[in-house]
């Protein structure tokens, strides 16, 4: 199987390792069973930080986007480093690096590519070029909820749904300023049903069991399938 | 003023020089009057050809975006070299690079960037990092109707409009498929928006009289203004 | 074995997908039996297209061997694309480039390199750096003929012949005008002659059967030996 | 005269952006009055921050040294996106890209090169490069003492001293551990003998008051000269 | 006028500075005067070396081509140095990469582009593409003789002639072995016929009086015109 | 085990290529035991010849530096092609290329990086990064020795000292003019002590017989252990 983890930018804030032991982790158990594995980073509080910085200085969108891209390269190279002989070392710029890359046969870590589009849609551009049987998002929550868990008490989380639900239960936000991108924003879903893509979103610290969780031995998260 | 040029790849589809001379033209009467311009250019006929062949053997969405990518740059070099002097040689292949070539002082002229976005959505980002005063979308219509003119009879032509106004007006397509792409897209109307981007639609066959559209002398086309 | 399969760019005008069904097979009989396989792409309809528009438009003759190059590549992609997996997804731009991709053991497919040089000229050059035992021109005729057999109606292919032999029969064209280069031009018949390089011109429709032409097991073809 | 300012990575930490108008204003004042700008920026936090994460998580000092200059191309981007028309866009990677980049005329900003090389190290060949009249140490003390001032109370700033001097007051960190590196490491101390470099240490808050400074009408900083 | 310079590699053997003083005074009259200047160095006693080694090594020669290629790129840069401000600091790898950089005004130096081109095809290609009024061929002879003058004694200098009484003069060498090259190769004399360059055979020590010898007050060297 | 061979420069001054088959065999004798190899050039000859005009010339030492590095990448693509297929014939023009490229699997084989870096620094850096087991000199003597051999008599060959007792032995020239640098200079000392890499001092004509040094089988050469 071909796996795309995209991992939320916010594991790379806290100063510690661990996070990094995790991605490894999942990573080695992938391989170790045949599979292989792109991974895209996000900006987290790195990017935050300097499209802060820049807004407050009256710098433009295009170019805060920028300085979240580069900020999430950073955290790719982080990882690519991290991993060591298992990945490619060089971290690339644009979809098209990316595929040349893909072919060595190693793990590929990536950051964003263009300003404009979140690192979901990098995501599913990725898991769309390399025919990926599963995209997975590690974020901070255990899945997605039929309303927002931190606003409503009875919000559950659904164990399965498909793109059209998915859409119905997300409310768009329809600003794209630079770093408040939403988990899955329009153009990541519109590549997502385009390439009917099968999406799974996890809780980032069970990513180290994600095998057990892709064969069905441990239930959780959601999974997003095409209408 | 700085001012985008986007136009439709539908205009090299003709072997003909006639449309690069009226590229040529516009351009002219730009820089004489000390407006500096940046160019984006469409697939047209020679996208949707590779794109063609590519779907019915079965290559992936991704790839035969990139067929499409490339075909736009085959339009942008055609341009750039019939401008010569004035224009910078070489076609950018992203934004970052668009960017460092637009220091150069010279029209830039560039096809499409990353899979996913639309020429259009890169004439938004151009527009965006360059601080455009206007983004002329040069299409083969005389603007934007308040119904689809191919399909009512009494569809008039709006002459100035905003940007929610137009999304009413447009019934966005929800296919990404590449070559698909609408005269602007969600993610290009997105842009426009978040950096409240002003735009003009023209007919193609009036782009050599843009400096008189401009400056309000000859009454054409649609202007959209941010909300 | 080491081959170069240089393919004629015509066979990438019509709007089928048959063409590169033949290309797949040819080169998946081919690497099944241990053979290694690069692939040169000429530029076609689109190329002609292009230098058309442009020399129409006064545009110079190094600039539009440029718009030819690029067009080759655009061939090249669509290639490389349909190949997946078995081919390097990027096209080279110059023959240290190509050079340095052929160390991954994927098929390498390219387009042009430089103005001034035909892709008979770069896939000579392609097969001297690469140590090709076999140089494949497939063409739209069954092989060389010992007059040209649109004009003569007795002409009679030579199913064997030497490099002396082939600049006799061959009228080289003295002008190097973008687009018009011959099958073999002189530069690419000096790469052959002074790396002694083994040229099979073959009917491109008979592409698939290549194993069996080599193994002698079908007669076809002719075959150009050094003197 | 050319100067090139080496901007302290500490002062990219807080998140406002009072810094960056420091900056501006300096540079602007340069340019004001003829003279042309190279900055080269350090890591600060940001390169702490992964380089800490990625010694405790067993990263080579090489790969370390890679993050630490990714993130001072980030303070770089910041900077010059901030500068906006003033400065080139692209950050180079390398002294060689640096030269080319200084061709056009505009403020280059720079991170960091090589593994191996403190950015102070970099601002140094920066200035040899393009013939430096002065290179400008930005930090966050006034000038270099006889002392260290921390742990001394009777230190004295010295308004002038020469190499020889500078060697002797400095006890060189033996350590080249990433991230770890002194105001002017050993190898910046040779580049900037063997070219004879002018080199003036001013805190960072003075910045602005560069031209006054330079011109002598405020007295402060070291001016360091070659013996 | 646009001038492009050819100048031989034998001039790069002397381990002195001398001929580096003629071309930039050459350079230095020309810019003076309005025109515009591109050099092409050939790869001279270096590349002969390399190329020398690698055949009695036994390396192919495609690869022998790139080492000569490489050592005129170092002729070049030491001439780009040498000129300092008025010349682009970065060689360029190919006629697209040249093109590229002449559009900055500055004086570009080159070396070799592609193997199977001699620097004469280079500079045929150089002049084609930003239409020279005038290739300049300094070599250590002072033009094209009747006969060739080693072996024959009554040998007289042609101060005119054209591309067909130059073609029967020369009997080109088929061979294109590494390092041989002619003065003018036949591809080179084709690039020149296509494009009706005006080519000029001058002796390297009488460089610094190019602008008299263009403008008629000193007779020496050859000039060769278009049919 | 992951070995970098360092070659000095001089080994490619002679015009033979008899040391090209002494790098080889000791290469090939290495990947037939399954180690891993790396191999810096130095300038040698070539880059004296071209540092010398140029300083003559009145270059800067930046520039200078910038001619010897290319000087060394002359001698790498030599090696590189000549070892065929177990190299990878492009040679990396920094750390963060070379890492990528040691990805390959392949032999890579480099030359200088940056100005302000000796070969031996380079060398130093990639045993770094890419975790090299043991650091090779080959050059001209047979080892370090307690003194200088060409000026004291008795002086006396060490088969084992540490980096404190090296240093105590170099009297490290303070100097880094360009082509000026010594086996190892403090730079590249430091690298290795950061990084306790293992050092191994041979002479150039032993290099053959690595296998065997390593192993104890044959007593030759100065081994440099950390502290």
Sequence with gaps: MIITLKISGKFFDEENSANLEIIKKSVLSLLKNEHRVAIVTGGGGTARKYINIGRRA???????????IWASRLNAYLVAFYLGELAYSKVPESLEEFIEKWGTGRVIVTGGFQPGQSTATVA????????????????????VYDKDPRKFNGAKLLPKLNTEELKRILEFSQSVNAGTYELLDPLAIKIIERSKLKVLVVNFKNLDKLLDIISGNINTGSLILPV
């Design 58 to 68: 009256g710098i433009r969108e295009a170019h805060l986007d920028l300085l979240g």
């Design 124 to 143: 599913s551009l990725v898991s769309e070029a390399i025919n990926s049987d599963l995209l997975v998002l590690a974020t901070n929550v255990d899945g």
